[in-house]
């Protein structure tokens, strides 16, 4: 019978054959590889492994555990010639994760964190258990894949022209300037870059991923030029006209501009419609590295700081960051699919295609593709786009309230006059001392402490911990621990 599918009449499945009606072939053995029998048991024990770790995050933890001597061991044993089968497998694989740091728990602040979203885990589970290849046709998937990209780009608010599915903001971002690369030079795929003299521009806090991407591509990282930042930490769009004005003069080829929309060290967006006016007057291509904040570009208290977005040539965007699915999902939107086909395509003799169909992998760069978008595809669909704009806007609504408390406390203070999205850089100052010094002993405190998981920076030579709240999970008393835990270690620190 057809199922409901929320306002959707699904028809029936394909026919299957059951497990009852499994057949085995005379003359072999089961293979030890295969489940059989075994697998109603396997399947209900990593089920139960999963709920577990689900139900450990719904709570911050009382303390971080140290890597155990029996883990020690267990990872120090040779490779195993006969196994202990799945649910012992599964069992040390549970206990590994519980020694391991989770980003998942509501009190990991570290870095760029992601929530493991547990809708998007179960698709996740699905898509690999179907093991489709999104480098080729793939029937359905592949239609699916697409609206997935066509939502993300309704969602952050770009106009629809193509784009891809890629491993990270890294993959993304080098995916982006392979292609304005491709338009800069367009016979450099096959003449290389000898007889060209390209140069690229992205601020002193851009990624370092872009710089691995400009030296992976050949570009050389010498060629990208560091353009100075404001006070709030954002690119001086009329220091960038005048750095490629004078490169233009010079006779060098400028192949892309790289605004950030959420700086991973302070949260900073660039501002993007007057670094548009830039890439549109001196027609240099524009790629937008949102890959941590681009998301917030769907809030009303956020959105406003990422005007200009529509312009861009290319928009990068990391689902795992602050969409919450797990690891590894991230988005590459373009205006013009084109732009990657001419980057990418090689004709294959064993992947022909049929008139008016490309293979996905003529617009990526990676070949074997799991179906990575299932997991956001499906938590979109399972909880709407409200929901996600509304768990950002929660986000963003706590580094404000952390940002007041810095401002507030007697012992602390932020290292910017306001956030721009969820990072808030701040630091703990002692009655006498190093403060400097302090803040990078308090972060690794802090660490091993485990209550609480922050990371350091230094920001033009002042050290700090950077709080980053990107997790769902993450609530007021989440926000607030920070101070209570760095306080009391703080002061354990000067005392000792
Ligand atoms: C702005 C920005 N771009 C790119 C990246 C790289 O993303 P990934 O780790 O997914 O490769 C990061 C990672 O934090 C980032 O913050």
């Not at 003449?191 to 990624?207: E, K, M, Q």
Request: proline share 6%; hydrophobic share 40%; glycine share 8%.
């Amino acid at each position: 019978m057809p199922r409901l599918d929320g306002a959707v009449q699904l028809p029936p499945r394909c026919p299957r054959p059951s497990d009852a009606g499994m057949t085995h072939h005379e003359g072999f053995s089961e293979l030890a590889v295969q489940l059989q029998e075994q697998r109603t048991e396997a399947l209900h024990h990593g089920l139960d492994l999963v709920g577990q770790a689900w139900r450990s995050f719904d709570q911050p933890r009382p303390a971080q555990p140290p890597i155990s001597e029996h883990t020690l061991q267990i990872a120090d044993a040779p490779l195993p010639s006969t196994g202990v089968g799945v649910p012992a497998a599964l069992d040390v694989a549970a206990h590994i994760l519980d020694e391991s740091l989770a980003h998942a728990r509501p009190r990991y602040f570290g870095y760029i964190g992601s929530s493991g979203l547990e809708s998007a885990v179960l698709a996740d589970a699905l898509a690999t258990s179907h093991d489709t290849n999104l480098a080729a046709e793939s029937a359905a998937a592949y239609v699916v894949e697409q609206q997935a990209l066509r939502w993300m780009a309704e969602f952050v608010g770009y106009p629809w022209g193509g784009g891809t599915f890629t491993s990270g903001g890294m993959q993304s971002n080098l995916t982006a300037l392979m292609a304005a690369r491709t338009r800069a030079f367009p016979s450099s795929r096959v003449d290389g870059l000898a007889a060209t003299s390209p140069v690229l521009y992205a601020s002193s806090d851009a990624h370092s991923s872009i710089e691995r991407a400009v030296e992976v591509l050949g570009l050389g990282s010498g060629n990208l030029r560091r353009v100075p930042i404001d006070g709030n930490r954002r690119m001086d769009p009329s220091a960038l006209r005048e750095l490629v004005r004078a490169d233009l003069d010079a006779g060098l080829v400028p192949v892309a501009v790289v605004a950030t929309a959420g700086t991973t060290i302070t949260g900073a967006v660039d501002p993007l419609d007057a670094i548009a006016d830039v890439c549109e007057e001196l027609g240099v291509w524009m790629h937008v590295d949102g890959a941590y904040g681009l998301p917030a570009s769907s809030t009303s208290t956020a959105g406003p700081l990422f005007a200009g977005l529509p312009r861009a040539d290319s928009a990068s965007v990391d689902a795992h960051k602050w969409m919450f699915v797990p690891k590894a999902c991230s988005v590459l939107l373009v205006r013009d699919q084109e732009n990657l086909t001419r980057a990418f395509r090689h004709d294959a003799s064993y992947m022909v295609e049929e008139e008016g169909f490309r293979h996905p992998v003529d617009g990526t760069l990676e070949y074997s593709r799991p179906f990575r978008s299932l997991k956001l595809w499906t938590a979109l669909r399972a909880h709407g786009a409200d929901a996600f704009r509304d768990a950002i806007e929660r986000n963003l609504l706590l580094a404000r309230h952390l940002h007041a408390l810095a401002v507030e406390h007697p012992r602390f203070e932020p290292l910017l006059p306001s956030a721009d999205l969820s990072i808030v850089p701040l630091r703990r100052i002692p009655s006498s001392g190093d403060v400097d010094a302090h803040n990078m002993a308090l972060a690794r405190e802090m660490q091993v402490d485990g209550r609480v998981y922050v990371t350091s920076a230094v920001i033009d030579g002042t050290a700090c911990l950077r709080p980053c709240i990107v997790n769902y999970r993450t609530r007021t008393e989440d926000v607030e621990s920070i101070f209570a835990v760095a306080d009391e270690l703080g002061t354990r620190l000067e005392t000792a």
